[in-house]
């Protein structure tokens, strides 16, 4: 497909998706700012977040399932609640994940450009994710992650105690992710600033 008809059908999808609320709002002035530009289009995308994900099994990506997802801070009990209601088999995990944006590029030029920019802004974990058919999808990945088993097979393995920090911790991580949005948005419109 063309690049400008490609670009418009998923900038619809987009606009429809943030109408049914399917788009977490810290994510949306990345997503204006990138949009903006003639050589992008985001194709998906997340603010960064704190989730419960239960596994049946170590490593089962298939078998898993969210509990629980946040894109805002989010208070104890509401994460303890939610590691109860996950199932009593297997592998229980709360996670802080970082910021992503995939990016469909124009060409592997304006990928190397926008990669380029989301590391100077801080997101060193961005990468030339794929080329093929034409197509260069740039990730941009923040790093603020934390992973911990928090019930395995039925039993928590957090004291009561720890809880409070362990979830402040994700809070944190969530907060820096945030704060590093703004300053992908301003190395996204210096991109604006070079081509013009």
Known sequence: MHWEGEKRRRLRQ?????ERGEVDEPAIPVLEAINSLPDYCTTSSC?????VLH??????????EFVAKWHEPVE?????EAVR?????GLTWLKAQPPLFHVLCRDLE????????????GFKASSIRSIK?????VEILGSERMEVPVKIDGRETIRREAWPHLVEMCNRLLARGHARLERLVRAVEGLKDDAG
Request: hydrophobic letters at 35%; aromatic letters at 0%.
């Open 14 to 18: 987009l606009e429809e998706a943030i």
């Open 47 to 51: 603010s960064g977040r704190i989730i």
């Open 55 to 64: 596994e049946p099994e170590v490593g089962d990506k298939r078998g898993s």
């Open 76 to 80: 104890v009990e509401e994460v303890r």
């Open 85 to 89: 209601r996950a199932p009593d088999e």
């Open 110 to 121: 304006a990928a190397r450009r926008l990669r380029s920019a989301a590391s100077e802004a």
């Open 133 to 137: 058919d034409s197509k260069v999808v």
